[in-house]
């Protein structure tokens, strides 16, 4: 495999996807067809995904030793050895000089956007190094990332963000982080080996009922978003309770992923590759434009 395939390998942009909740503020504040909110945000986009990107490196560079003790993660560049530590540091301190170097490009906010941007990175390395070692913690950690990846988005458009998104984005993160770490003690439980530190301070029990609890007061904290007085006013219909239907069955689909077929391990891969879940984003994302465009 050729270097820079090796360090695209290390950059994962395929976990790019995962910055699309950058896009959310806007979607959900009517300016889709907003022509400065569109490039403020893609312009946001492209800024937290390369600095994400070094904060990816910057994990392979930390967990080289144990990866190469792990069945999946040994074949990573660095545990492999197809790119060394120094490449690593070096690739680490272009996707963050570029990641800086993006936000410039925005019209408005940039120092707003750079310091969400800032809190994003720094607390990421906090968790590269020790937060991720602390059951719980670590899973809340990956959560509230994602939140400010939504008040990032908000940030650089200028949309106040609800109450509702911002718990939300929380709760539903969090429910796909643990299902990740179900996968977590299930190659426990069959190998007798921790994939994590923290692993063994999970077990399958606590799992499947913080799944489920997380899962519920999800499909809740919908529901009570889409019947609000304000987001009836705000979108001038009362038809929006509707979309939970695909939310309900969104969740019982990765619920079935998680439990049923084992395969929970990387949201972003599940997404990506599963297209019963593409199909059922789809019709929710249709369903809610139709509703609030038209």
């Not at 906010?109 to 906090?126: H, K, Q």
Request: aromatic fraction near 12%; include cysteine.
């Amino acid at each position: 495999m050729t270097t820079v395939a090796n360090f695209l390998r290390i950059l994962r942009p395929h976990q790019w996807v995962k910055n699309l909740f950058i896009f959310i503020p806007m979607f959900f504040g009517g300016s889709l067809l907003d022509t400065s909110d569109i490039m403020a945000s893609f312009i946001t986009f492209l800024a937290f995904s390369l600095t994400a990107s070094s904060v990816y490196c910057f994990n392979d560079i930390i967990d080289a030793d144990a990866d190469r003790r792990h069945p999946a993660k040994c074949h990573r560049p660095i545990a492999s050895g197809a790119v060394s530590r120094t490449q690593g540091y070096i690739l680490m301190a272009a996707a963050l000089a570029g990641g800086i170097a993006t936000t410039q490009l925005l019209p408005q906010c940039r120092m707003e956007v750079m310091t969400v941007i800032g809190s994003y990175y720094i607390i990421n390395m906090a968790y590269c190094t020790w937060l991720k070692h602390h059951a719980i913690i670590d899973v809340c950690t990956i959560a509230f990332g994602f939140v400010l990846r939504i008040i990032a988005g908000g940030v650089a458009t200028e949309i106040a963000l609800s109450q509702w998104i911002v718990l939300m984005t929380f709760l539903l993160t969090l429910f796909l982080s643990l299902a990740k770490r179900r996968d977590d003690v299930l190659r426990m439980e069959a190998t007798g080996e921790a994939p994590r530190k923290n692993t063994g301070r999970y077990n399958l029990t606590f799992i499947n009922q913080a799944i489920t609890i997380t899962a519920a007061v999800t499909i809740v904290c919908y529901i009570m978003y889409t019947v609000s007085p304000d987001v009836v006013s705000t979108y001038r219909t009362n038809h929006l309770y509707l979309t939970s239907i695909f939310v309900i069955i969104g969740l019982l689909r990765y619920l079935q992923i998680a439990m049923v077929d084992q395969k929970s391990g990387d949201p972003t891969k599940v997404v990506l590759r599963d297209h019963v879940t593409q199909l059922i984003i789809a019709c929710w994302g249709l369903s809610f434009l139709v509703l609030i465009y038209f």
